[in-house]
Structure formats: C-alpha cells, structure tokens
C-alpha cells in the first residue's frame, strides 16, 4: 500500500513568488495535516482538513492556505514568498477528523523541501 | 500553552551502548496525548510510540522502552544495545486532547540528534 506522497520533492523559488505544494493521503484516510519544518527546528503545525473543510489552524500569516480536494488529496499554497519560508513541508494523513479518538496518530510523507531565493 | 522540551541538541555514542533522549513537557490539559517519532535522513517522520496522560505504564518494544512520568512531566526514550541504524533525529511531541484531540495539531519539541558510531 502507498504511503503518504508529496510533490515535489524539492523547489526553489525566489522571494515574491508563489509555490503550490500537494500531497496524496493514505486510502481511506480523510485527514489531512500540514506542517512546516525549518531546518534544525521540530515541525510545526500549520493545517488540517478533514472532508474537504478546515479543521484547525496553526499560528501562520494568511498567506499560507490550503484545500481538499473530494479524493482527499490537498494542496497547501504560499503567496509572496519570504527567505523565511524555506522549509521541509510535511504532509501528514489520519483516518479520523479532529476531535475524534484517534486524530491524532499521524502517517508523514517524506516532504517537499522548499528553498526561497 | 503547550510546550516540548529536548534539552539534548546532539548525543553520540558508540553501538551497542544504552542511551536515554529526554522529553519534558508543558500542559494545562489533564487529558493529552504524547508521541515520539523517529527522522531519517530521508525527512519522513517515522512514527514510534503514542501514551495517554491517563496511562504511565512504561513500554517496551524491542530495545525500545519509553519512561512516562506525570510528577515531572516527562515522557523519555531509552534504545538499548544502539545500532548504527538507529541514528537520525528523533522528536517528542505532544496532543492536547482537550480540545478535540488533534484540532491544533502535534507540538513538537526541536528534536535530539543521535548518532551511534560503529
């Protein structure tokens, strides 16, 4: 069985532009999680949808958002780049919703490393 | 606010030698969740163990054994007899469950470097 996939792997962008990021959940998980990584820090929390709607939210700037798609795919989305958004992003899946037993036990994918110029 | 702390930035030792990585967290919730997992090289977090606040039973699994103590707020990780595969970068993390368990996500601590050197 697949496990949870990212794409890309690894981009580089410069500062101002736009990055699009995207991640395949495990199936029949519902949950998706996002968290940014920078290096030599632990990840932090950044989203969760569940079903297509957004059920938590980390301390981030509106210039991060993210979707689900009905296939419980997601695609986390960056405008105006900063140097300091150069990060591993992690994408996590969970068969629960938040606030159901279980929510919390999260299968990673490998990340996608964003370096910003 | 929650809180994880990994004191140690970096430990190494030598195979087959015991080593304990420690956690030490901060919750105003009675009910929450913790994690440890496990970073390769490769950047996937690799799942490890999840303890209840209501469970301080210790664990063991394989050379794997976690120590979880509500009195000091401690959740620590012991691998005895190290392997060389056992080096990467490895992460305590904490759920509050108050809040629905898993709304707000996992806080993780910064995470304890182990290399085991052959």
């Known amino acids: 069985d697949a496990g949870v996939t990212q794409s890309p792997t690894h981009l580089i962008k410069t500062r101002g532009q736009h990055v699009t990021l995207r991640c395949s959940p495990i199936?029949?998980?519902?949950?998706v999680s996002w968290y940014q990584q920078v290096l030599g820090q632990g990840p932090q929390f950044i989203f969760q949808y569940y079903e297509k709607e957004e059920r938590g939210r980390g301390n981030f700037p509106d210039r991060f958002s993210a979707r689900q798609f009905p296939n419980y795919s997601s695609e986390l989305n960056v405008n105006a780049l900063l140097l300091g958004d150069s990060a591993l992003y992690l994408c996590a899946s969970s068969p629960r919703a938040a606030g159901e037993t279980g929510a919390n036990v999260l299968t990673f994918g490998a990340g996608s490393r964003l370096t910003v110029l | 606010a929650q809180k994880v702390t990994q004191a140690q930035t970096e430990i190494s030792v030598v195979e087959k030698e015991d080593v304990t990585l420690d956690c030490v967290y901060e919750t105003r919730d009675t009910t929450y969740y913790l994690f440890w997992y496990k970073q390769p090289p490769s950047g996937e977090l690799v799942f490890l163990i999840r303890?209840?606040?209501?469970?301080?039973q210790n664990e063991i699994s394989g050379r794997y054994s976690w120590n979880f103590q509500k009195s000091t707020s401690s959740f620590n990780f012991t691998i005895t007899a190290s392997q060389v595969v056992d080096s990467a970068v490895y992460f305590c993390a904490l759920s509050e469950a108050g809040t629905g368990g898993g709304a707000d996500g996992l806080t993780f601590g910064k995470g304890t470097h182990l290399i085991i050197q052959p």
């Open positions: 303890r209840n606040s209501f469970d301080e």
């Open positions: 199936s029949g998980h519902k949950s």
